[in-house]
Structures are given as C-alpha cells and as structure tokens.
C-alpha cells in the first residue's frame, strides 16, 4: 500500500518562496517518476513539474526558472522549491507517483 503524505503549503507574499514535501511510504518509490500538480478553482489540474528515477526533470512553461524538482530516494520523498512566486501561483498542490497514487492535496496561496 502507497501513502504520500504532502507538507509545507500555507499563505506567501508575492516574491516570496516555499518548499513543499511528500513522503511516500511503501516500497516503489525509487523506480518510478514523480510529480507535482496544481488545480486552482475553476481550473483543471494541471502538471507542475516531474522527476524520473534517475534525476531527469520537467516543468511547465509557467514555472519553469522559479520552482525545482528534486528526490531523495533513501527518504522516499520529493521536494518542491518554489521561489520568486505569484499570485496566479495560488492552488491546491498534490504529489502523484506512478501516475497512480495521489496525496491528499495542500493549499499554496501567494497574496499580499
């Protein structure tokens, strides 16, 4: 059984930074890739960023330059440093590994 347990959301000011984690439990997370969504209201969820088991990454157009990716496998958790952010930046974030297992969501707010 997957569980990915997501922390490090809350409120920001614009130009400011987070970083966001999600451990996973179980057995798998080193062989698969792992990514990072956002759905703001009224908006489909939409990919952030995604890291393959051996380090490759990919991001929006929308972040790209302002947030990283990242993996530690022998803790089982992805990071998501998110600097220089928005307000359009204003979402839920979940983890998702495999393109199966979801975490539970986290409120990202970028505002004055």
């Given at each position: 059984q997957v569980q990915l347990v997501e922390?490090?959301?809350g409120l920001v000011q614009p130009g400011g930074s987070l970083r966001l984690s999600c451990a996973a439990s179980?057995?798998?997370?080193?062989?698969?890739?792992v990514a990072w969504y956002r759905q703001?209201?009224?908006?489909?969820?939409e990919l952030v960023a995604r890291i393959s088991n051996n380090g490759i990454t990919n991001y929006a157009d929308s972040v790209q330059g302002r947030f990283t990716i990242s993996r530690d496998n022998a803790k089982k958790t992805v990071y998501l440093q998110m600097n220089s952010l928005k307000p359009e930046d204003t979402a839920v974030y979940y983890c998702n590994l495999a393109n199966t297992y979801w975490g539970q969501g986290m409120q990202v707010t970028v505002s004055s």
């Amino acid at each position: 059984q997957v569980q990915l347990v997501e922390s490090g959301g809350g409120l920001v000011q614009p130009g400011g930074s987070l970083r966001l984690s999600c451990a996973a439990s179980g057995s798998i997370f080193s062989i698969y890739i792992v990514a990072w969504y956002r759905q703001a209201p009224g908006k489909q969820r939409e990919l952030v960023a995604r890291i393959s088991n051996n380090g490759i990454t990919n991001y929006a157009d929308s972040v790209q330059g302002r947030f990283t990716i990242s993996r530690d496998n022998a803790k089982k958790t992805v990071y998501l440093q998110m600097n220089s952010l928005k307000p359009e930046d204003t979402a839920v974030y979940y983890c998702n590994l495999a393109n199966t297992y979801w975490g539970q969501g986290m409120q990202v707010t970028v505002s004055s």
